[in-house]
């Protein structure tokens, strides 16, 4: 299996990876990308990722790494968390999963088709796409994208990511609004996050990366590591996500569990999975941003609901479910395949 560790890719796999080993599918890890993983002892490339600036020497080497690590581990199957190496035959089955893509960013984040400078990206990656044996999204949403983008003449299935459940304190909720993510990145919507925290009566904190971006309002509190945000998020009252572009979300999944009540960005994939469970607001809007998390800090029988909503709608999508689906997927495609399926 390939991964990057730059975003929830790395968690993704990590939670998949864990939950296989229950299924008894053994999974040997390989990251790409420029930042190494956080966990040691994991096949590591550095090289740059697709969707970087000319990349296409990077994935051609990295490409041919992941073969022969595949074939030094007599491997059954590959899977792809991402696009362009599934192009040339393997020998074995292939699953691409899309986690997200240039194209469909930067139609919801800047409100326009990719340029011309783009093209050979678009390229990569419906090659990708029809190399695949079977292509998998978190999300109908980002299923329909792949599908209209780039065009690919096959199905894409559905399967939801899924984390392992919230180890859960018995600290009291904080008066505290919490957002997560990449400041400096326009598609999850924290500038909004900001500016909506000058109108409010709560303290609003962020945890993430915030690159060369400031604030003015929240508080920073730079990257953390998966279980001290899972601490914070078992004390934060509420947790904000206003996103512009979220193919699924794993940190809304993680807040849910943790019990916080959700205010996000009303965009489709994030109306697939919370819709009845969260307050929405119009990405962008930091008026309706601040009106929303306001409502939720003045009701407290409202935050108790959206809440528990959202927390019941959370535990659908654990990490156990997500590992069984995928290992289906894998015996029906190994079962297609002249290699025998290890029992």
């Not at 999974?27 to 970087?52: D, F, H, I, K």
């Not at 893509?101 to 783009?118: N, P, T």
């Not at 962020?206 to 604030?215: F, P, T």
């Amino acid at each position: 299996m390939s991964t990057d560790a730059v975003g929830g890719v790395w968690t993704y796999a990590a939670e998949l990876r864990a939950g296989l080993a229950a299924e008894g599918v053994e999974v040997v890890l390989a990251t790409l990308g420029p930042s190494p993983p956080p966990e040691p002892g994991v096949a590591y490339r550095r090289c740059q990722l697709e969707w970087q600036d000319e990349p296409w020497d990077d994935v051609r080497e990295s490409g041919e790494w992941l073969r022969e690590l595949a074939q030094d581990e007599r491997v059954d199957l590959v899977h792809l968390n991402g696009y362009a190496q599934a192009a040339p035959p393997w020998p074995v089955p292939v699953v691409v999963v899309g986690h997200s893509c240039v194209l469909s960013w930067h139609e919801a984040v800047r409100g326009a088709a990719v340029g011309a400078s783009w093209q050979r990206y678009r390229r990569e990656v419906r090659a990708g796409l029809c190399g695949a044996d079977a292509v998998v999204a978190p999300s109908s949403a980002m299923a329909s994208a792949l599908r209209r983008l780039y065009d690919f003449g096959r199905g894409c299935r559905v399967i939801a990511n899924g984390v392992s459940p919230h180890p859960g304190t018995s600290a009291a909720k904080q008066r505290l609004v919490l957002g997560a993510g990449r400041l400096w990145d326009e598609a999850k919507g924290l500038d909004t996050l900001d500016a909506a925290a000058a109108r409010i009566g709560w303290p609003v904190a962020v945890a993430g990366d915030a690159g060369h971006a400031s604030a003015r309002s929240v508080r920073l509190l730079g990257q953390l590591d998966r279980a001290t945000l899972r601490l914070l998020m078992d004390r934060a009252a509420i947790f904000a996500h206003p996103a512009r572009y979220e193919p699924f979300g794993l940190v809304v999944l993680e807040a849910a569990l943790a019990g916080c009540a959700l205010v996000l960005g009303d965009i489709p994939s994030l109306r697939e999975q919370w819709d009845g469970a969260a307050l929405f607001v119009a990405p962008g809007d930091d008026v309706a941003l601040a009106s929303a998390l306001q409502r939720l800090i003045g009701d407290d029988a409202l935050r108790s609901t959206l809440a528990a909503s959202a927390h019941r709608r959370a535990a659908r999508n654990d990490a156990r479910t997500m590992a069984r689906a995928y290992a289906e997927l894998y015996v029906h495609l190994c079962a297609r395949s002249p290699r025998a399926v290890p029992a």
